[in-house]
């Protein structure tokens, strides 16, 4: 009986809670409706968290339970750990720093929120500081184009740098035709030609044996890469390689499990996604463009050897940069 009774009173708090939020919320969304898209992004951001936490969670017991790698997953699992990982990791441990980060960096949002009507302080956080406060879950639609286009903005930035040093590598190759294939790529690009698959493929065995390879690029060639790929530079030239390697190949799984799946089973978000992880900026592009571009890709990748990373890493310049 007593129990019962504290059920009673719990769903008659709850039920009051939510009558108070709901007249809460209309009375943000009539009187202030700039403020009411920030609220209703946390509300939105705080069920998007919830859930991602849940679906790692069930991932991690799928390959605990089934003992399977990561590379063995389907391609959205594959990329939900990806998402919430280290740039440039390719083990489950490696996800681990970034999602705790996140987590982290939630929390005081979270314990913000907790007093009634605290969300007002909340919203002045999203509003002034976004991308320093908030997690990618607290970003409005709006906001989250504009950061892709300022992080495509930055990476576009290194691109001439990553040309140069391509450059000034195929000038130091000793053999005359391979060489000025590659010169002659370089060339076109810069000229505002995008490359055919079949030039790419021309090159690809500078790209694994010779001063091209990723362990012997020079230190800044290889910093420059980092950047354009949202590595941090600031390592030690063997970790830069490391890191380099490990994010290109694991690009690399992730186009394998793509292609067991079929790039037409891709929603047009996670299309757009794909093709901007692989450096094509797909935000102002159309849906049919970022197919075609993605399938260009994948040709491509999987034509390539685990020890041709570094014409994979390049790509990603060579084919999005006059796109």
Same mark, same amino acid.
């Given at each position: 009986?007593?129990?019962?009774?504290?059920?009673?009173?719990?769903?008659?708090?709850?039920?009051?809670?939510?009558?108070?939020?709901?007249?809460?919320?209309?009375? &943000?969304?009539?009187?202030? @409706?700039?403020?009411? =898209?920030?609220?209703?992004?946390?509300?939105?951001? *705080?069920?998007?968290?919830?859930?991602?936490?849940?679906? *790692?969670?069930? $991932?991690?017991?799928?390959?605990?339970?089934?003992?399977?790698?990561?590379?063995?997953?389907?391609?959205?699992?594959?990329?939900?750990?990806?998402?919430?990982?280290?740039?440039?990791?390719?083990?489950?441990?490696?996800?681990?720093?970034?999602? +705790?980060?996140?987590?982290?960096?939630?929390?005081?949002?979270? $314990? *913000?929120? *907790?007093? @009634? !009507?605290?969300? !007002?302080?909340?919203?002045?956080?999203?509003?002034?500081? @976004? +991308?320093?406060? &908030? $997690?990618?879950?607290?970003?409005?639609?709006?906001?989250?184009?504009? %950061?892709?286009?300022?992080?495509?903005?930055?990476?576009?930035?290194?691109?001439?740098?990553?040309?140069?040093?391509?450059?000034?590598?195929?000038?130091?190759? @000793?053999?005359?035709?391979?060489?000025?294939?590659?010169?002659?790529?370089?060339?076109?690009?810069?000229?505002?030609?995008?490359? /055919?698959?079949?030039?790419?493929?021309?090159?690809?065995?500078? !790209?694994?044996?010779?001063?091209?390879?990723?362990?012997?690029?020079? =230190?800044? /060639? =290889?910093?420059?890469?980092?950047?354009?790929?949202?590595?941090?530079? /600031?390592?030690?030239?063997? %970790?830069?390689? /490391?890191?380099?390697?490990?994010?290109?190949?694991?690009? +690399?799984?992730?186009?394998?499990?793509?292609?067991?799946?079929?790039?037409?089973?891709?929603?047009?978000?996670?299309?757009?996604?794909?093709?901007?992880?692989?450096?094509?900026n797909s935000t102002h592009l159309g849906q049919a463009e970022c197919r075609a571009w993605l399938e260009q890709w994948l040709r491509l990748s999987c034509e390539l050897q685990a020890s041709e990373a570094s014409l994979l890493a390049h790509s990603m310049v060579l084919l999005s940069l006059n796109y």
């Amino acid at each position: 009986s007593s129990r019962a009774a504290s059920r009673a009173l719990v769903a008659a708090v709850v039920a009051a809670a939510r009558w108070v939020n709901g007249r809460y919320e209309q009375y &943000l969304e009539r009187s202030f @409706p700039r403020f009411y =898209v920030l609220h209703s992004t946390f509300k939105t951001g *705080i069920q998007a968290l919830f859930l991602e936490v849940k679906e *790692i969670l069930r $991932i991690k017991s799928k390959m605990s339970r089934q003992r399977l790698s990561s590379q063995q997953l389907p391609y959205r699992e594959m990329e939900r750990l990806r998402q919430v990982g280290v740039r440039g990791g390719d083990s489950v441990a490696s996800w681990r720093g970034q999602f +705790r980060r996140d987590v982290l960096k939630a929390i005081p949002i979270g $314990i *913000i929120a *907790i007093p @009634p !009507f605290a969300n !007002f302080l909340v919203i002045v956080l999203m509003y002034f500081f @976004p +991308r320093q406060l &908030l $997690i990618r879950q607290f970003w409005t639609p709006k906001q989250r184009l504009e %950061f892709l286009d300022a992080y495509d903005g930055i990476r576009r930035g290194w691109y001439p740098a990553v040309l140069r040093s391509l450059q000034l590598a195929a000038g130091a190759l @000793p053999e005359p035709r391979p060489r000025e294939l590659l010169q002659e790529l370089c060339a076109q690009v810069q000229g505002g030609a995008r490359p /055919h698959l079949a030039q790419l493929l021309a090159v690809r065995g500078l !790209f694994s044996g010779s001063l091209l390879a990723l362990n012997r690029l020079q =230190v800044d /060639h =290889v910093r420059a890469l980092s950047q354009v790929l949202f590595l941090t530079p /600031h390592l030690p030239a063997a %970790f830069l390689r /490391h890191r380099l390697r490990s994010h290109v190949l694991e690009i +690399r799984h992730l186009d394998r499990a793509l292609l067991l799946l079929g790039p037409g089973q891709l929603s047009e978000e996670e299309l757009r996604a794909a093709c901007y992880l692989r450096g094509l900026n797909s935000t102002h592009l159309g849906q049919a463009e970022c197919r075609a571009w993605l399938e260009q890709w994948l040709r491509l990748s999987c034509e390539l050897q685990a020890s041709e990373a570094s014409l994979l890493a390049h790509s990603m310049v060579l084919l999005s940069l006059n796109y």
